[in-house]
């Protein structure tokens, strides 16, 4: 049994594991870094030692550091949620050395999947279906060229230290095979420090459908069914389902088996995860095993009924598998979407700034969301920008994908870009719905995800018009001396600021500036703006604020809104609004320094212009590379690089100032 359970981890995996763990008894201890010092999961858990500074090297990632804390507050196990320590063979035997239960598999475990191509030659003796291919030590040019003509084009070039998705080569005939081998033995040598190669036959358009195993120390094993996580973007996995669309009951049998092989192999214990490629005539392939709680777990647990994380406790203390494989059934279906501090609009560059509004919607039996933050926390260029995992169930797809789109709907974020705009479109795209997913689904329907509703409609404009008028009359409530008898504020009648009276405000919307005209009146805001496109050029809005409603024009809509630093961010009828309040006399909206900042820690991979280079708005500038994703910064406006205030190859801190740029006058 274990008593007192350290979470070596932050975010929202943090709050989750506290969550279980207090309900099974078990005390909790959070650590922290200086960033994270009033964190959601240290005021979740019972005590909280803190590590050290903000980067996650000094704090989160310092595995003496982490030991010591438990062995100060006597907790008799780590668990390390996912990332930062959870795959470190060596932080495994020290919590062994220190007498620490480390809530996951054996050292060995994680070392025989840390190589590509040993962890081949174990599944292949396992009797796990691989891919043809090639995964010897012979890396001589010629034997690996036969090889390659043997395998049959198109062939993919992976390197045996890599993983997802890193240093990976398509080559599509023996005449490109020599450069193509030399480029990626340079690209692995560059990231791994290794340029060992395997290849493997190219699975044309797969789908990545990933296994639940769960062993125990007694040597038994159940899978807890299928993963489907085709729907990425760059490697970053953007919606998960289980189970997968399609999946025969027999192929599922199959699929799990094989998985349970693969665990048995390595003698596995606690929870894993065998990812496979699974073609369009229903072959599957082994591609790595993950020896670690996921970030996309919930689905798994919505569709079983069970807690994960329970299990890894359990199995952890030595106990049996709750369940047999014959007591674990699926019911119904669950997605899991990750909301992001991203901005889809600028190549996902991950965003930071205060989260003035994280309101969720209302939880239940079927709507689940996992998160670390709160409002008024900041998102810090220190680690990965997700906000939230949100996760819905339903009795059908069908049905749980049109819970999820609700529950999208009733998100509120303000503050920081995010990504829900996109994960909507993505969910209600046709060929999503239809349960048609592959690893090429977001490319393939790019054109249609990424594009924008950049122009403002009527509904926006009266959402507008709406909150100016609610922030004038706060504003002046608010400057009205409490103690005046004759303030009209305490006159108790209707009386109310401004009507009657046309103001005209300057606005700027996604890079548009408009010009909105209001007149309160005793039914409401009469707005009108010109800029429109449409037809509808004026209208009307009453809010209920009390009651977070609004009539459009007579229609009743949800409203709700929040101030930001320079305008305000409203949500109406399932849309958000944010904008920016312009002082009348300027034309476009100022944005000086905005992108021309590290978003994060990182490398700088290349800058792109010369200094002195007059470049045009959008125009790329550099680019750098942190959380194992590439990002470009782009030029904010018109206007001219006047130096680089980095390198290449150079490390450098979220936040500092990249490039010295002036915008054109
Ligand atoms: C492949 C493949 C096609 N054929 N292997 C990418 C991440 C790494 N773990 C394996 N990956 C792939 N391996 C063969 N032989 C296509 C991919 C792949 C992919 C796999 C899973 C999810 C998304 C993906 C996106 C692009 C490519």
Known sequence: MIRKLL???????????????????VATVAVYSDADADALHVQMADEAVRLGPPPAKASYLDMEKVIDAARQTGADAIHPGYGFLSENAEFCRACDRAGIVFVGPPAGAIEAMGSKSAAKRIMEEAGVPLVPGYHGTNQDVHILEGHANRIGYPVLLKAAAGGGGKGMRRVDSAEEFQDALAAAKREAMNAFGDDQMLLERYVVSPRHVEIQVFCDQQGKGVYLFERDCSVQRRHQKVVEEAPAPGLSEELRARMGEAALRAAHAIGYTGAGTVEFLLDASGAFYFMEMNTRLQVEHPVTEMITGQDLVAWQLAVAAGEPLPLGQDDLHILGHAFEVRIYAEDPDNDFLPATGTLVRHRPPKESESVRVDT????????????????????????????????????????????VRHNIEFLRRVINHRAFASGRVSTHFIGDYEADILQQEQQLTPLKCAAIAGYLHMRETRDLRASAPAADPHSPWHSGDDWRPGIDARRV??????????????????????????????????????????????????????????????????F?????????????????????????????????????????????????????????????LRAPTAGKVQQFLCAEGELVDGGSLLIDFAEEE
Not at 578 to 604: C, K, R, V, W, Y
């Open 372 to 415: 670390g933050v709160q409002s008024g926390d900041e998102i810090s260029v220190h680690y990965d920008p997700m906000i939230a995992k949100l996760i819905c169930h339903g009795r059908s797809r069908k049905e749980a994908l049109a819970k999820l789109d609700r529950a999208l709907q009733e998100y509120q974020i303000a503050g």
């Open 505 to 570: 405000h300057s606005i700027d919307y996604r890079g548009h500036r408009a010009e909105i005209a209001s007149v309160a009146g005793a039914g409401g805001v009469h707005w009108q703006c010109d800029a429109l496109q449409s037809d509808c050029k004026s209208g009307e809005i009453r809010i209920l604020p009390e009651r977070e409603l609004a009539l459009v024009d007579g229609r009743r809509v949800s409203f709700s809104w929040v101030d930001t630093a320079c305008g305000g961010a409203i």
């Open 7 to 25: 979470i070596a981890n932050r975010g929202e995996i943090a709050c989750r594991i506290i969550k279980t763990a207090r309900r099974l008894g």
């Open 572 to 632: 109406i009828d399932g849309i958000q609004v944010e904008f920016e309040l312009l002082p009348p006399d300027i034309g476009e909206s100022g944005d000086q320094a905005h992108g021309l900042e590290a978003p994060m820690n990182g490398t700088i991979i290349a800058l792109l212009v010369a200094p002195g280079a007059q470049v045009e708005k959008d125009q790329p500038l550099l680019v750098m590379e942190a959380m194992k994703m590439e990002h470009t």
